[in-house]
């Protein structure tokens, strides 16, 4: 029979709650699997995000030392890179998240403090001495998970402009790279580009086509999020000498992981132009660095193509 799909927002919660992997990352090789103390401490999230309802203010949480150390590091190391090689909507906003929502180097942010943000994003303009202010509604809101959804599932809150969250800190062994997304990968990665119209807008139409698709349409639209919205880097135009191209980074898997950032604007990595038909045939790799990129020059020519796409379906 026809695939099951949520029909309002509170049916997110019968979706959202279908974890298939808790701490996928946390196979024999994983860091934190011989840490004791770390298992007990991501059962702690895994029971908050398990209890939550759609509505629900997302509980806070009380970092351990330990957890806003790592914090502080990746912070430090990411912000310098982000100066280079972020892309400007990104640090446009980023800067509004510092301002608003407590981030810095010395404090985990709250999720419950951005939900709030992107839910109403005013934007103060100082022109002379009147003071304007302009109301951006993204409206996108955050929802605690415990660790993987399906892609279907997943896909499926983005049509609601909800995004579901990891809240546990990476394990400390290896803060530049971790093979499962963490809440510096969402904090440090995503948050920031939730705030720009036009990103929220394109997020939201690949959960909107994800709605009741085929297995088939499913895993494509999957594949297409995973190299924009994880992976995508935009060209920015050619450098004036050598006639390179000059890439800038909006992905959030590339944005919260100092190591694979590095890898990405390196010279060894392969960039190629995103072209649905092109993307979909790309393999995600899940625990480790891409083997390619895709790059596009702006998030209106990466919605166009997905549209076209889209009616395809
Ligand atoms: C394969 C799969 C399993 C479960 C749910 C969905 C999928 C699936 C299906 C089709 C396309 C992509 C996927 C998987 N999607 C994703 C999405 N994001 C990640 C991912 C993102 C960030 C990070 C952290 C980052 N490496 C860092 O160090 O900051 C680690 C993993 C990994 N996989
Ligand atoms: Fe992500």
């Given at each position: 029979?026809?695939?099951?799909?949520?029909?309002?927002?509170?049916?997110?919660?019968?979706?959202?709650?279908?974890?298939?992997?808790?701490?996928?990352?946390?196979?024999?090789?994983?860091?934190?699997?011989?840490?004791?103390?770390?298992?007990?401490?991501r059962m702690m999230f895994a029971d908050i995000a398990l209890n939550y309802k759609q509505g629900d203010p997302i509980p806070r949480v009380e970092y351990t030392a330990k957890e806003t150390a790592t914090w502080k590091i990746i912070y430090r190391k990411l912000r310098e890179l982000h100066q280079?090689?972020?892309?400007?909507?990104?640090?446009?906003?980023?800067?509004?998240?510092?301002?608003?929502?407590?981030?810095?180097?010395?404090?985990?942010?709250?999720?419950?403090?951005?939900?709030?943000?992107?839910?109403?994003?005013?934007?103060?303009?100082?022109?002379?001495?009147?003071?304007?202010?302009?109301?951006?509604?993204?409206?996108?809101?955050?929802?605690?998970?415990?660790?993987?959804?399906?892609?279907?599932?997943?896909?499926?809150?983005?049509?609601?402009?909800?995004?579901?969250?990891?809240?546990?800190?990476?394990?400390?062994?290896?803060?530049?790279?971790?093979?499962?997304?963490?809440?510096?990968?969402?904090?440090?990665?995503?948050?920031?580009?939730?705030?720009?119209?036009?990103?929220?807008?394109?997020?939201?139409?690949?959960?909107?086509?994800?709605?009741?698709?085929?297995?088939?349409?499913?895993?494509?639209?999957?594949?297409?999020?995973?190299?924009?919205?994880?992976?995508?880097?935009?060209?920015?135009?050619?450098?004036?000498?050598?006639?390179?191209?000059?890439?800038?980074?909006?992905?959030?898997?590339?944005?919260?992981?100092?190591?694979?950032?590095?890898?990405?604007?390196?010279?060894?990595?392969?960039?190629?132009?995103?072209?649905?038909?092109?993307?979909?045939?790309?393999?995600?790799?899940?625990?480790?660095?891409?083997?390619?990129?895709?790059?596009?020059?702006?998030?209106?020519?990466?919605?166009?193509?997905?549209?076209?796409?889209?009616?395809?379906?």
């Open positions: 029979g026809a695939v099951w799909f949520p029909k309002s927002i509170y049916d997110l919660d019968i979706c959202c709650r279908r974890v298939i992997m808790y701490g996928a990352g946390l196979d024999a090789d994983h860091p934190g699997f011989k840490d004791d103390e770390y298992r007990k401490r280079k090689h972020a892309c400007a909507e990104y640090l446009e906003n980023f800067e509004l998240l510092e301002q608003h929502c407590g981030y810095s180097d010395s404090n985990v942010p709250q999720l419950e403090d951005i939900s709030n943000f992107l839910k109403s994003n005013y934007i103060f303009f100082l022109t002379g001495i009147t003071k304007y202010v302009f109301a951006v509604k993204t409206g996108f809101r955050l929802r605690p998970v415990a660790g993987y959804l399906s892609a279907r599932d997943f896909l499926a809150g983005l049509a609601f402009r909800v995004f579901n969250c990891t809240q546990y800190v990476r394990h400390h062994a290896d803060p530049f790279y971790t093979p499962e997304p963490d809440t510096v990968h969402e904090l440090m990665g995503h948050m920031a580009l939730f705030a720009d119209p036009d990103f929220a807008q394109f997020s939201q139409e690949i959960g909107l086509a994800s709605l009741g698709t085929s297995d088939e349409d499913l895993s494509k639209l999957a594949t297409l999020y995973f190299f924009s919205i994880e992976f995508g880097l935009c060209c920015v135009g050619h450098d004036r000498i050598t006639n390179k191209p000059k890439y800038k980074i909006y992905g959030a898997g590339l944005l919260s992981s100092a190591g694979e950032l590095q890898h990405a604007i390196g010279e060894k990595s392969e960039i190629i132009r995103f072209d649905p038909d092109r993307v979909v045939q790309q393999e995600c790799l899940i625990t480790t660095f891409q083997n390619a990129y895709f790059y596009t020059k702006n998030f209106d020519e990466a919605q166009q193509k997905l549209r076209y796409v889209f009616w395809k379906m």
